[in-house]
């Protein structure tokens, strides 16, 4: 499958199946329509009243050229292969907080209790859910671990026990825990910053953006605006981290569809890496995003990725994640069909215990999974996420961005479309525009390297 789009005064080619990518001039790009389905002839005769019938068959004599050695054209029959402990499990999201000290109008946990009851995570839950996942690692070494809430600074003391729990256990057992925290920044006061710049391999920080934007969506308990709250907090959480991984997240939503203006905002407070991911949900929201919105989104995304490009002459020196692609060794095959490792590899641990396939499906009885104490009951579930990989999902079979997502975002597809095997339309057509945008960028930047 090729895939061919102009963007910033580029033609570009892709081939979907080997990655290739090329630019290429006008005729090579016109000539693309008809290669396959056309004779020599034929494509001779078609453009020869516009080009000089050398450049024609030289054109053409490329375009053989690079089929013959598999760069375009070349159509891979991948099958996702059964692999040595693939049913394993490596990550857990750790909700040791079913509660939140602000409220969030977009917030899909409804505010940190997930509708349910207000909770924190016991001490002795905690350590069970650090048991389950070295069990049911079995031989992987490398485990993760994702703090997150609700707000976990909530609930900093069990946090703490945790790391430790997590260290002793992962020297008894011959393995290595990645500490993740997820924080709206409300709680991180100096001593904090300086336990989580120690202790956690990752660090997210939530902020929308500008001052206004920011606290329409992010209000305090008390219905006011966050910004002021959390400004500095994140800002000096940010450069105690320095070269260290972390990334400050923001949200966009129908309010604020000029959304690049927020990461600017953002790029120019100092921080160096960024994602803002449109927001999920119902379209009764007044701030939910629609297919009408696609347009203007597009737009945004194209005028963000120009000014992305120069933001070195700006003296920006910051990354914007969904602009970060890698041509040469992105994930395996295997991870690229296989996609979101929800219900499989990476599973979510309720205050109670309880084991969801991800963060975004806790709640829903439905997708239990069983719990730490007695671990995987419900395998049944494991199998709808395990065939929910991309080769099984038929809307992704002729989309030409398949392996740079791996199917999309089960949630999502759920929440709108009563399945993971159907991707959500929106989340598709903004994560084609962003690829596209992403790739032009790797182009252009490579050329100046």
């Not at 090729?2 to 990655?19: A, M, P, R």
């Not at 490596?90 to 209790?113: E, I, P, R, S």
Request: glycine fraction near 6%.
């Amino acid at each position: 499958m090729i895939h061919k789009y102009q963007k910033n005064g580029l033609n570009i080619v892709l081939d979907v199946d080997t990655s290739t990518v090329l630019t290429v001039d006008d005729l090579t790009y016109n000539i693309l329509n008809q290669y396959e389905t056309k004779t020599r002839a034929e494509i001779i005769e078609f453009y020869q009243h516009k080009y000089m019938v050398a450049e024609i068959n030289e054109c053409l004599d490329e375009l053989d050229k690079v089929k013959k050695e598999g760069l375009l054209f070349r159509e891979i029959n991948y099958q996702r292969e059964n692999y040595a402990n693939e049913d394993l499990i490596k990550a857990l999201c750790l909700h040791v907080a079913h509660d939140c000290n602000l409220k969030c109008t977009y917030c899909f946990a409804a505010q940190g209790d997930f509708d349910g009851e207000k909770l924190l995570m016991p001490l002795e839950v905690g350590k069970k859910a650090i048991d389950f996942i070295i069990e049911q690692s079995k031989n992987r070494e490398n485990l993760e671990i994702d703090f997150f809430g609700g707000e976990p600074l909530m609930n900093l003391d069990v946090v703490k026990e945790l790391v430790i729990y997590g260290n002793q256990m992962a020297v008894k057992n011959h393995k290595k825990f990645k500490f993740t925290m997820t924080t709206n920044g409300v709680l991180l006061n100096a001593q904090t910053r300086e336990y989580l710049n120690e202790t956690m391999d990752n660090i997210v920080l939530s902020l929308d953006g500008r001052k206004e934007v920011n606290d329409r969506m992010r209000q305090t308990v008390n219905d006011q605006g966050s910004y002021d709250v959390i400004i500095d907090n994140i800002k000096e959480m940010a450069e105690m981290r320095g070269n260290k991984d972390h990334y400050v997240r923001g949200t966009y939503t129908h309010h604020n569809l000029d959304f690049s203006k927020d990461v600017q905002f953002l790029a120019k407070q100092g921080f160096t890496s960024i994602s803002v991911e449109p927001v999920v949900a119902e379209a009764s929201h007044d701030y939910a995003l629609t297919e009408a919105d696609l347009p203007t989104i597009i737009d945004e995304y194209d005028a963000l990725a120009l000014t992305y490009l120069k933001r070195h002459q700006e003296d920006l020196n910051y990354n914007f994640f969904h602009f970060n692609v890698d041509l040469d060794h992105g994930p395996c095959v295997y991870k690229r069909l296989s996609g979101c490792g929800a219900g499989k590899d990476y599973v979510a641990v309720t205050p109670e215990g309880d084991i969801y396939p991800c963060h975004q499906f806790v709640g829903n009885e439905a997708f239990k999974m069983g719990d730490v104490n007695s671990g995987i009951t419900n395998g049944e579930i494991k199998k709808i996420f395990d065939a929910g990989n991309l080769m099984e999902k038929e809307a992704c079979q002729t989309c030409w961005a398949k392996y740079f997502c791996g199917g999309g975002c089960h949630a999502n597809a759920y929440n709108f479309n009563g399945t993971i095997m159907k991707p959500h339309f929106v989340s598709c057509e903004i994560e084609r525009c962003r690829v596209e945008n992403a790739i032009m960028i790797s182009i252009i930047e490579g050329e100046q390297a």
